[in-house]
T-cell receptor, first 111, second 116 residues
């Protein structure tokens, strides 16, 4: 079983749509959680951190359910510029820290 | 403020050869992690360096080795290249075990390795 699992998509949505991505992780010792965004042939960049209380940044909302080992990302009012791959990321502290990426979910937003 | 820089950006090798990739972390960062990203996949963790020592390692064979220098820059070495080593190699820096870690990794643009 992969340490971090995501639906690879692709998700094809029209502008203005709401889209949700899910992610599960296998290691209950995981300590911190993030969503990264990766544009085609570019490096990943941090989109937002994910907290148990949930957090929102503009049109983006992230949620964490530690009991179910589940992370989600909701994008409201999708823009063409949201088209990218969204990577679910889990951080484990085991002596040092090890940051594990999911395979990513591809999103295409169409006009 | 210089971000993470990697070199070379692209390179082509043949099977059995060896390759060295280089990374300079973001100013102020002391921890460097290396990732391999195959086409259509997420980044796979190779290893992490802090204080010139390998601190964590992913599921990669011993053909993959690294080094961190006193100025925090790092090298990734891959010996006996296989076709399957063709990928984008990403270097990420962060504040690590020295404290101040926020969980955010800053990535370079990567070195794209093609093995023929």
């Amino acid at each position: 079983r992969k340490e971090v699992e995501q639906d690879p998509g692709p998700f094809n949505v029209p502008e203005g749509a709401t889209v949700a991505f899910n992610c599960t992780y296998s290691n209950s010792a995981s300590q911190s959680f993030f969503w990264y965004r990766q544009d085609c042939r570019k490096e990943p960049k941090l989109l937002m951190s994910v907290y148990s209380s949930g957090n929102e940044d503009g049109r983006f909302t992230a949620q964490l359910n530690r009991a179910s080992q589940y992370i989600s990302l909701l994008i409201r009012d999708s823009k063409l510029s949201d088209s990218a791959t969204y990577l679910c990321v889990v951080n484990m502290m085991t002596g040092g820290f090890k940051t594990i990426f999911g395979a990513g979910t591809r999103l295409f937003v169409k006009a | 403020d210089a971000g993470v820089t990697q070199s070379p950006t692209h390179l082509i090798k043949t099977r059995g050869q060896q390759v060295t990739l280089r990374c300079s972390p973001k100013s102020g960062h002391d921890t460097v992690s290396w990732y391999q990203q195959a086409l259509g996949q997420g980044p796979q963790f190779i290893f992490q360096y802090y204080e010139e020592e390998e601190r964590q390692r992913g599921n990669f064979p011993d053909r993959f080795s690294g080094h961190q220098f006193p100025n925090y820059s790092s090298e990734l070495n891959v010996n006996a290249l296989l076709l399957g080593d063709s990928a984008l190699y990403l270097c990420a820096s962060s504040l690590g075990l020295s404290g101040g870690y926020t969980g955010e990794l800053f990535f370079g643009e990567g070195s794209r390795l093609t093995v023929l």
